[in-house]
């Protein structure tokens, strides 16, 4: 069996440490806010070269805390990717805004950016660009679009901790990153948890009352404020994990490149590079147009296989029918086409070239 992702092989990597920092942390019985959130936050903060660092209690949040903070709420637009988990257009639900989609590039996956210049009106404040699979996104170009309209720009850094555009980290170039620690992510916790990076002490004053109820001061609150902080024990976990990330991410690329190689000559498209940013390959996925007949012949071999995402957020149940005159083709298109196989750090050269041998025999079959 070769699962998608192998957490268990991980942790027994890690145990000893891992172990010993959940076992202090108990013992110092500081819970809520405790040393290994702060220190984490610092760490996190010198990991991403970001000056400012707030955790949270997941991904959804941070990016939802991320939103409230700049003040985005009814009558606002904000402008993002059909093509990503629904958490990012969630977000500004929760807020009140509008989310406004457009499509997505057909190589990178991630917002093409003459889509999202035209789509700027009078009520669009803001754009959240994903960093899918663990591709960075066109921030440059993103950047100076925002500049133009006087937008803020929010990156979506749930699966890119450790991608880099010109050797700078992603979470540092618009005015707040949000990063998930869902435990399958390049950085992940043995739970739910996430956290915000920010460029500005106000922000991040801000951020700090808004995940704990609106209070800087215990019992004085100075706005209406979520529950939302990071657990102490997925804090001392993943300081342990922060360590090795560079490594992590080292090893996807291999997995990562030694599948391209692999799959060469098939009918099938591997992830595009743009050889600006640093992918992380939080994903390794593939477009086919025989995505039912790999799937199920990877199923046959115990070998495990995802669609990430089926279903574009603009054709969702959840947003009715305002959205049923929108076409975004080339999402569409990606949507139906995507499949996306077996990677983690741990993944061996064996275990590659068995799932590469795997998908070229299913097209033979």
Same mark, same amino acid.
């Given at each position: 069996m070769i699962p998608m992702v192998d957490l268990r092989t991980q942790y027994h990597s890690l145990k000893a440490d891992i172990d010993k920092a959940v076992l202090d942390a108990l013992d110092a019985t500081q819970f809520i806010l405790g040393p290994n959130v702060r220190q984490l936050e610092e760490e996190v903060s010198q990991s991403l070269a970001v000056p400012h660092v707030v955790s949270c209690a997941s991904g959804t949040d941070a990016? &939802?805390? !991320?939103?409230?903070?700049? @003040?985005?709420?009814?009558?606002?637009?904000?402008?993002?990717?059909?093509?990503?988990?629904?958490?990012?257009?969630?977000?500004?639900?929760y807020v009140g805004a509008t989310p406004v989609f457009v499509d997505?590039?057909?190589?990178?996956?991630?917002?093409?950016?003459a889509q999202v210049r035209g789509a700027v009106t009078p009520k669009t404040k803001a754009v959240i660009a994903v960093h899918l699979f663990g591709q960075p996104a066109d921030v440059h170009g993103l950047m100076e679009a925002c500049?133009?309209?006087?937008?803020?720009?929010?990156?979506?850094? !749930?699966? +890119?901790f450790g991608a880099t555009v010109g050797g700078k980290p992603t979470g540092g170039f618009g005015v707040? @990153?949000?990063? +998930?620690?869902?435990? +399958?992510?390049?950085l992940g916790g043995y739970g739910d948890g996430g956290t915000v990076t920010t460029l500005t002490d106000a &922000?991040?004053?801000?951020?700090? !009352?808004l995940r704990n109820h609106g209070s800087h001061v215990r019992y004085y609150h100075d706005v209406i404020g979520y529950n939302s902080r990071l657990d102490e024990l997925q804090a001392a976990i993943l300081r342990v994990k922060l360590k090795?990330?560079? =490594?992590?991410?080292?090893?996807? =690329? =291999?997995?990562?490149? =030694?599948? *391209?190689?692999?799959?060469?000559?098939l009918p099938v498209t591997t992830p595009f590079e743009d050889g600006i940013g640093r992918h992380v390959f939080h994903q390794y996925t593939i477009l086919t147009d025989h995505r039912e007949q790999i799937s199920a012949f990877l199923t046959d071999k115990k070998i495990a296989s995802a669609v990430y995402y089926?279903?574009?957020?603009?054709?969702?149940? !959840?947003? @009715?029918d305002r959205f049923s005159s929108l076409s975004l083709p080339v999402a569409e298109s990606v949507s139906q086409r995507c499949l996306?196989?077996?990677?983690?750090?741990?993944?061996? *050269?064996?275990q590659v070239d068995e799932v590469a041998a795997a998908v070229r025999d299913a097209l033979r079959s």
């Open positions: 990016l &939802h805390l !991320a939103l409230a903070a700049l @003040g985005i709420g009814p009558g606002d637009e904000v402008i993002t990717t059909p093509f990503t988990f629904i958490a990012t257009a969630e977000a500004i639900a997505i590039d057909a190589k990178t996956f991630n917002l093409d950016l500049c133009k309209d006087n937008l803020y720009l929010i990156e979506d850094c !749930a699966q +890119s707040m @990153g949000c990063f +998930s620690f869902f435990p +399958s992510k390049n &922000h991040k004053q801000e951020l700090l !009352a090795h990330i560079e =490594r992590f991410n080292t090893e996807r =690329r =291999r997995v990562a490149h =030694r599948y *391209n190689e692999k799959l060469q000559g089926p279903v574009p957020l603009h054709r969702q149940k !959840a947003f @009715g996306s196989l077996p990677i983690y750090p741990e993944m061996t *050269n064996d």
